[in-house]
DNA sequence: GATGAATGAGTATTCATTCAT
DNA sequence: TATGAATGAATACTCATTCAT
């Protein structure tokens, strides 16, 4: 069951999941440039030369975590497409269900997520991904006829992410919100707008 | 015009604010970190220790520049609300034109915003002024019974700002869309939502 | 009479030369690998960082020194080849001469001699022009009958270079042997050979 | 056969012969500092701390690389003193047989003789014992007049020194030449000299 | 007021060498 | 005997900041 390459036993692995989840605390609180190898090694009780051993370079280890992010997301995101769709029976408990499991993710991958999702380079790349996904969904229900025919979809998923986006940072990360209360919220304001009917 | 501090003549404020506007420039384009005081320099012609006869370290001018963009955008704001709401009679009216008027600011200037309102510490406190602004205008028109009632109108804020700072970013900055059009969609969308009302 | 690019007065050119003149001097001693940044800094008593004000890095100022080796030498050869050639009057006076000239440069410059003939990767391409350069005298000499014309003078030219490589090495530049001597000895012995003609 | 140390069998001895080996390619190759131990412990396929069981330090392997090329050298030229001087009837063919075995030494060992006579410090030693050998044999045949006495044996062991090394370098061990030829060519080249005798 | 020159204090990275098992 | 893992000790290089003139 080799690992990865030739070296690395069990402790190794140990020693490495150590470093990445003590640069994922440091990368999170501090940003890249304030956070040093040597915050990185002292959170994980190991020496410097240490590090080298894991990871080519501060950037390599960054970018493994981003690459984390991305890739947990993806699977995650990938996995919620098979799954629903058989349950929920109304357009709008779909939808629901779909960005609470976005919120789910990043509340269960807070680290991650402030690395990959606001700090990375690649977060652009990212979240435009994320657009792309939603707003083809859209693009189907619209056609489908549940949505309003004149409405540029693309303006609505860049819109859609932008929410998340910010509720994410100023409502669930620091836990004022739940993923389902912000889902709910979020969906119910897209779907019938803040206008009183009367 | 006996304007004149102790030391810098009107040669000197020439400097300062080439140094301001090289500054800008660079920090938008790289970021804080990856900007060098010798490469604000070298964009300004001047000498390296010029640069702390008008600005105390690098930390100094950055923030210089979001203050500038502080104030500049409250200043605007203010001025928004004492001309507006004169000519425009429908609430929809008005409320496109206030964010009109932000992604115009933004528009016209795309580094400061790039800096104060993306890069900077600070952008997180800007951003939730900007909400709570957002926030009590909304509160009032529910009062007057134009919004529903039973939706949480903090929420409504945030992700008003959430939307803003996205589309700035991907659709203002690079000149994709104007300030008119976003706003027209913005709203329209945030009023009556997606949903056909067939 | 800007010398080089925008900057350095008096000042910064005669740091830069004390810095080339330690950096010579420890490079020559201990070679490349065994002299530290800090030795060179300390011998010119100039601090760290004032290093790279001057130079990019340690192989750049190593790779200055082997230039400079390589340019005064060719330019010494060029003014031989000009001056000579006028007064001896014998063939073996005119060869002698020349090779007197190389054993002088290495004399004169015996630290830029160490590096550039002895340390440098270039000194593999050095010898290598200086043996060419022979071997084209040598085939002239060849062709107007001086020399006899079974002898491959490529390899009549190898040997000299190695000899005088040898010879500057154990007799020159620790001062054992003078360089008339030296190239006295050497083209008697290529030009006669050593056997008793008897 | 009794023979077998406090701890190394003869899997043991084939370790240290693969690594000896490995090292000596890798050190041929790319030179003392620009070769690591990881370097050789992998073209040796043989662990980082294996070869410290094999050898003290990097250093003491070299200076063994060398060691091994000094005493065979050696033993060479040993065995070459007794052999000859029976069969080869003329001087210069005696002369002839003790260069050219020297070079068919550095041919057969081309890697040892890298690091032993070109990288290695003792090189100067060992160089500087042939020279001597050189001049003694020289010397009695100078006694025994076949050689002018007006010469300075000393200068020509070293010239001769000079053109083995060179030579070696360029034309023996990249296979430009063959020993016998080399040799033919210096002998004639020393012992007759360049001068047409006409 | 202006600048050529200098530097203190870091900071990532390397590598020979050695534990502990 | 063998090895996965660890590390002490360097080392080149950077950059914001400040003298001295």
Not at 11 to 19: F, Q, S, V
Not at 54 to 62: G, M
Not at 90 to 101: F, K, N, Q, V
Not at 157 to 175: C, D, F, Y
Request: hydrophobic share 40%; proline share 2%.
């Amino acid at each position: 069951m080799g690992r990865r390459g030739r070296k690395k036993g069990a402790d190794g692995e140990k020693r490495r999941r150590l470093l990445l989840q003590a640069a994922a605390t440091e990368f999170a609180l501090h940003g890249y440039h304030e956070t040093k190898i040597s915050m990185i090694v002292e959170k994980a009780n190991v020496t410097q030369p240490s590090f080298y051993l894991y990871f080519q370079s501060k950037e390599a280890i960054f970018q493994e975590l981003v690459d984390m992010f991305q890739q947990q997301l993806i699977m995650f995101i990938k996995q919620s497409l098979l799954e629903e769709g058989l349950e929920k029976h109304t357009l709008e408990g779909e939808i629901t269900e779909r960005i609470t499991r976005i919120f789910t993710f990043f509340q269960e991958q807070p680290q991650l997520t402030r690395i990959g999702f606001y700090m990375a380079n690649e977060s652009k790349v990212i979240k435009n991904q994320i657009a792309i996904l939603i707003e083809q969904n859209l693009l189907e229900e619209q056609r489908n006829g549940y949505f309003r025919s004149d409405t540029d979809m693309h303006t609505v998923a860049e819109s859609l992410v932008g929410i998340i986006e910010r509720l994410t940072k100023t409502r669930l990360l620091n836990g004022l919100s739940k993923p389902e209360k912000l889902a709910n919220e979020i969906v119910r304001l897209l779907l019938y707008g803040l206008k009183n009917e009367t």
